[in-house]
């Protein structure tokens, strides 16, 4: 009993007294090695207490320190894999909850932490797990906060690249909360949203067959998005569908291809660039 209290006491004292010299740059490099020494030797009761300084930290501390927390909580999953079940559900709502952070560096950070849990954590029930994935992001998605709108779409697609058991049943209910999102004239990140739709063509049984069309026909229709970073993720989506699924969709090409073709004149370069490569994969789908 006390002997274990005092133990953990002086763990904590370490892990906060090595994030304070993340904050230096002299000490920072060290910092991070010395975290992730401590991290490989963690009790499990070593390992909620980790997580919860990795928590503590506010928007108060240097972004390197942010950033570096962020991180950690994907370093814990990778090392420690499956016995962090229990601990997803509270890793995956701090990173959620950091979206919001204006620094583009920590949202790049949250994005590829959320990778590593999605393929570090599986467990007996792949629906539940993929949930406790899905569901938060999908409320963050929910809330008028384009910084977040737009990480929690980056997340979503990372999700379902890395899921370490996909559970198609779960995964084919998305899709028709996000073709109303992309139906939303309310809705912020849209080429965030186009990208993840890229993604989940890729990833068989994430959409289901009867699904295609439909998200075919809504991505299309952003060709014409007054934004042009939409326009051209909506190209980039189309070309991802040629390539992954394009034969199922065969009688959809002639209807693709003027679509594409009248998009060809774009006033934006990067734009004319993703539509005459959509093009090339488009005409090249043959039955």
């Not at 993340?22 to 920072?28: E, K, N």
């Not at 950690?72 to 999953?77: F, H």
């Not at 409320?139 to 779409?153: C, D, I, P, R, S």
């Not at 009688?251 to 370069?269: C, H, N, P, Q």
């Amino acid at each position: 009993g006390s002997h274990m209290a005092s133990a953990l006491i002086e763990l904590k004292n370490r892990i906060l007294a090595v994030l304070n010299k993340l904050s230096d740059r002299d000490t920072q490099q060290l910092a991070v090695e010395e975290l992730e020494r401590i991290a490989q030797s963690l009790s499990p009761e070593g390992i909620a207490l980790f997580l919860t300084c990795l928590y503590d930290t506010d928007s108060q501390q240097k972004s390197v320190v942010r950033r570096e927390c962020i991180r950690l909580v994907g370093t814990l999953a990778s090392i420690h894999g499956d016995l962090l079940a229990s601990h997803l559900p509270k890793m995956v709502a701090n990173i959620v909850k950091r979206l919001k952070d204006p620094d583009s560096n920590i949202r790049d950070a949250c994005v590829e932490s959320m990778g590593v849990l999605a393929s570090s954590i599986g467990g007996a029930d792949s629906g539940a797990v993929t949930t406790v994935f899905v569901k938060p992001l999908f409320e963050a998605l929910a809330e008028q906060h384009k910084t977040l709108q737009t990480g929690a779409a980056m997340c979503l697609a990372r999700v379902l690249e890395c899921v370490k058991e996909p559970h198609p049943p779960t995964l084919q209910r998305l899709c028709p909360r996000i073709l109303k999102m992309l139906a939303s004239p309310n809705f912020l990140a849209k080429a965030s949203l186009l990208s993840a739709v890229g993604v989940m063509v890729q990833v068989p049984g994430v959409v289901s067959a009867s699904q295609l069309p439909v998200l075919l026909g809504a991505v299309q229709d952003e060709l014409g998005n007054s934004e042009w970073a939409v326009r051209k993720a909506a190209a980039e989506a189309l070309s991802c569908m040629a390539s992954a699924v394009g034969n199922s969709l065969v009688s959809y090409r002639a209807g693709v291809i003027a679509a594409l073709e009248s998009s060809r004149f774009d006033k934006v370069k990067p734009v004319r660039d993703s539509v005459t490569e959509a093009l090339q994969l488009w005409k090249a789908i043959y039955d």
